[in-house]
Structures are given as structure tokens and as C-alpha cells.
């Protein structure tokens, strides 16, 4: 039988998967982080220095790295093009350290500008003429807004569906189908637990009950890359991997 190339790209993917936050590799997992730990940290790190980003008027903007080098993409307001921050990676370095002094750099840059022209928008062009220009599309830094069922991850878990089950034909019977599978685990009759048991019938209630009114959460936002939303002044870190 052949092997599918979409199948051998999965694999690939799968194979070479690195932590988003810190880059370690996560060989054969399914997971995009090393830990919540990780995840935070960068997180915090990011939205600690936001400043440059509202001085540089900042509509959008994202933050990814390669083994090579950290990449921050600026979409100011009323700009058509993309200002592209590229700086080397130091080795032996997680990407937030050389995302801190990045952004250090481009500050001090910033300030001594301002000090010595008294003017912010000279500031600012001096900053942006750092950048690389004209490589990109605004696309490339303008967000997809991707659709997420509201209900808790718990009950989820606790019926192993995901979030793209809810979003099925026949959402009903998904639900149904997968509380009686996990009833005939867990029920005290076939030697399960009281508890768990518990838990799968309050799971099966809350996503049944979403099912009859099903509300949902939009997300804005990159799979493989961390967003700036300049309305709200911070970081977002990437979003779920698209289904197919």
C-alpha cells in the first residue's frame, strides 16, 4: 500500500516538532509546548515589554524563531508594509533572552532618539529603519480568527472528544456515543468508580446542554507563531493547529 504524501508530511511535522515557546524538541509528541512553565515564562516576557511596540503606534505584530535567528514582525497603524526585526540567535540562549535583548537594543535606540530630537515620530522612524522591509505581505502579520466551541476542557477530557467533535453534523449523538462508551468504563456495575462515574454524567449534562444552545469563543491569532494585538496591548500565544 502506498503511503499518502499528506501522511508522510504529518509524520514529518510530528518528527521534527520543537517547544514554541523555547524550541526544545518534542520528537513523536503530540504537544506544542515543554511545559506550562515554558509557556508562561515567554509569555510574561513578551507582554513585560510592550512598550516599544505601543511607541512604534503597533496594530499587529508576531514573534517566532528558528535555531538561527528571532524574528519580530511590526505592522504599525495606517502602514502597507511589514517591518521585520531579524536578530541572531546566541547560542546556548532560549529565544525570550534574545527576544529581551532585542527589544532592550531597539528601546535604547528608541529613547536616545527621542532625547535627542525631542520628537516621537522621529523616534519611531529611526527605530523602523532597522528593519528589514518589503520581504512580506501584510497577511503574513494579520491574524486568522479561528471559531472554539465554549465549553470546558474537563468535560471534554472526561468523555475524550475534542473540541472539533462539537463543531460535527449529528453533534447530539457524538455526545451520546461518547458518554456511553465512557459509562460502560466507568460505571460502578462494571467495577468503576463512583467519583469518575460522577464526573462523566455532569460532562455528558454540561456538553449536552451546550449542544442545544451551542455558543462559541473566536481566537485571533497564528498556529506557528506568537500575535501582538495592539488594541489590547499583548501577547497571544499561538493558536490551535487547524484539523485536517
Known sequence: MAISDTYLDRYAARKNRRCLSCGSS???SRRRYCGIDCRQTLRRK????TGLLKALNTRYASFY????????????YNASEIFSFIYPRTEKCPPVQDFCRMSDTLGNAWWAERRR?????????????HANRGDQRVDDVRPVEIRMPSVRG????????????????EVHKRIKRAFRAQAMIHHPDKGGNN???????HAYEELISWAESPSFITRRGFPDKWFYDGNRNRWVQPTPEPKG
Not at 524563531?65 to 504599525?76: E, S
Not at 467519583?195 to 454524567?201: D, I
Open 195 to 201: 467519583a469518575a462515574f460522577r464526573n462523566v454524567v
Open 65 to 76: 524563531f528558528t535555531d538561527a535567528v528571532i524574528v519580530m514582525d511590526v505592522l504599525p
Open 117 to 129: 530630537t525631542n520628537k516621537k515620530y522621529l523616534a519611531n522612524i529611526h527605530v523602523l529603519n
Open 46 to 49: 513578551l507582554n513585560a515589554r
Open 26 to 28: 518534542l520528537a513523536g
Open 154 to 169: 474537563k468535560a471534554l477530557i472526561r468523555l475524550r472528544l475534542g473540541k472539533h467533535d462539537l463543531e460535527l453534523k
